[in-house]
């Protein structure tokens, strides 16, 4: 690296103006860094009060953030850091510490001196544990660490909680346990631990006054009946009255105060014997060369240097209610949240076939020859246009509110900085179906009306990943959004059709979605032609 030091404009014109916000994003930044460093001019910023550094190449922090003590809030998502420096702690104004996407393993204790902090944001690093003095941060509000190594949280969590902390966001980790005294976070309203490894669920859950949303899905639960609970729509209320039940039922085991009545006895057994002798099927119907109706994906090898790869299937025959749509929806936001790795790992696209021509092709565009009519946008815009745009909305919203992090797709718009391609899937007639991992097209947008459901994913990271987000998601619409066929009164099937994604030049197969080895569920019948 150079031992030279090169002004940086940013770091002049902030200088300069007096200002109070400083953002330090994208490739150039990146290469400046990776050149020679950052401006050390910048901790001398002492007006400062919003800083972000994010989509560089950053791998470590220089102490001298200490110096920036107005800092209430600081971005340093989506760079390269292995650890945070002590000094973090000197840091008394904090509010809102956003670290997410990075590679950290541990947080330095010091974090616990941040006693102002209100949010703090880990999600997609390394995390294998928490400090314990993360409970002298008395202010926290929502804690997010999704997608890190985490096998639980400090026993001091519980015994001298953050009495403010409303969400915590902790699913795909290596959590084994949820600790007896959960119900001690009197302001708990929101607790996702989805794909963990818990197997028990504690009766404490009875006593969380404020809790509204509590998500445990894909966990290996040892009691059946809650391991079903956990999947259905809207499940929190369904999991607090069957504790309730069974801590009653037990002799008041647990730390259950009794405040809720003992559900009868005949209408348990009721519940119980209907979900027992409901069946759910997934017919999966083989790629057919003799009908023009199974769908082929020719892919560019171009797109593959961009994002490496994509796995289809078609769902038939679908009856979407409102209700069942709007849940299938939030089932995808909830997926790239969690297993998706906010889209790092993998991005979900659905089309309706109806307004479809085929065949379909995956490959990419500089960004300025790429066009699309985006979900909700009414009109077209070139990659280029779509970017900027949202960019400009995005430092809009972030001005106004006051806030670091951006909402919707927003969020992801660091995974295109820098790029001289966008990947695509596009028709026969050249209109781009989705842009990922940023958006969909209005053209094949689904509605209430929609039948058959071209399901997209795609990434960059591994096939079996966009494999596995393809198995949950399709178990999702059978089980919780009930989009199977009603076969009779206790048979649900979902129709699923393979599609083949082959090389545009020699049509050499590279995947076929599902295969033989693919969509092995629980509770779910598999019928294979």
């Not at 930044?29 to 050390?40: K, N, V, W």
């Not at 209408?267 to 099927?281: A, K, L, P, V």
């Not at 393979?498 to 629980?522: A, C, G, M, T």
């Amino acid at each position: 690296m150079s031992t030279a030091v090169v002004e940086w404009p940013e770091i002049s014109k902030a200088f300069d103006e007096y200002r109070h916000e400083l953002v330090l994003s994208g490739g150039e930044i990146a290469e400046r860094i990776e050149s020679q460093g950052l401006d050390p001019r910048l901790f001398n910023l002492l007006k400062l009060n919003f800083l972000e550094i994010s989509s560089t190449n950053l791998s470590s922090l220089n102490p001298k953030i200490s110096q920036l003590e107005l800092l209430s809030n600081l971005v340093l998502r989506c760079n390269k850091l292995t650890n945070l420096p002590t000094e973090m702690g000197k840091l008394k104004a904090l509010k809102i510490l956003d670290i997410s996407n990075n590679v950290i393993k541990h947080l330095p204790d010091s974090i616990g001196d941040l006693h102002e902090l209100r949010t703090l944001d880990a999600c997609n690093n390394i995390l294998e544990c928490l400090p314990d003095s993360l409970v002298n941060c008395t202010k926290l509000a929502t804690l997010y660490v999704s997608n890190n190594k985490l096998k639980s949280f400090p026993e001091s969590f519980y015994e001298k909680p953050c009495q403010l902390l409303a969400e915590i966001q902790a699913q795909s980790n290596e959590i084994r346990e949820i600790g007896d005294s959960i119900d001690n976070l009197t302001s708990l309203k929101s607790l996702n631990l989805d794909n963990n490894e818990i197997t028990v669920i504690p009766s404490s859950f009875i006593d969380c006054s404020k809790l509204k949303e509590l998500s445990l899905k894909e966990n290996p639960i040892s009691d059946n009946r809650l391991k079903k609970l956990v999947h259905e729509p809207k499940p929190t209320k369904k999991i607090i009255d069957y504790l309730s039940r069974t801590s009653n039922s037990a002799g008041g085991k647990g730390k259950s105060k009794g405040k809720n009545k003992r559900a009868g006895s005949g209408r348990q057994s009721r519940e119980t014997s209907i979900n027992d002798i409901y069946q759910h099927q997934i017919e999966i119907l083989p790629f057919s060369h003799e009908t023009s109706k199974s769908i082929e994906i020719l892919v560019n090898e171009d797109a593959l240097n961009v994002r490496k790869y994509i796995v289809c299937c078609l769902i038939r025959d679908v009856a979407f209610t409102a209700e069942s749509l709007k849940k299938f929806l939030q089932i995808q936001t909830s997926l790239h949240d969690t297993i998706c790795g906010r889209r790092l790992k993998a991005t979900i696209a659905t089309h309706d076939t109806s307004n479809i021509q085929l065949p379909l092709k995956y490959h990419s565009m500089p960004p300025d020859e790429l066009n699309i009519v985006p979900l909700g946008r009414g009109k077209s815009f070139t990659g280029s246009e779509l970017y900027a745009t949202l960019k400009s909305e995005a430092e809009h919203y972030r001005l106004q509110k006051k806030r670091s992090n951006t909402s919707g797709i927003h969020k992801y718009l660091d995974l295109l900085e820098g790029l001289d391609n966008y990947v695509c899937l596009s028709d026969a007639s050249d209109a781009v179906l989705s842009l990922p991992p940023l958006t969909n097209s209005d053209l094949s947008k689904l509605s209430i009306e929609s039948k058959n459901v071209l399901l997209e994913v795609t990434g960059d990271d591994n096939l079996n990943v966009c494999k596995e987000v393809m198995d949950v998601l399709i178990n999702k619409m059978l089980i919780e959004c009930s989009l199977g066929n009603e076969v009779d009164d206790a048979l649900s099937k979902l129709v699923v059709e393979q599609v083949r994604v082959v090389n545009e030049i020699d049509k050499e197969l590279r995947v076929v979605y599902p295969s033989r080895n693919d969509l092995i569920v629980q509770n779910v019948t598999i019928i294979r032609h």
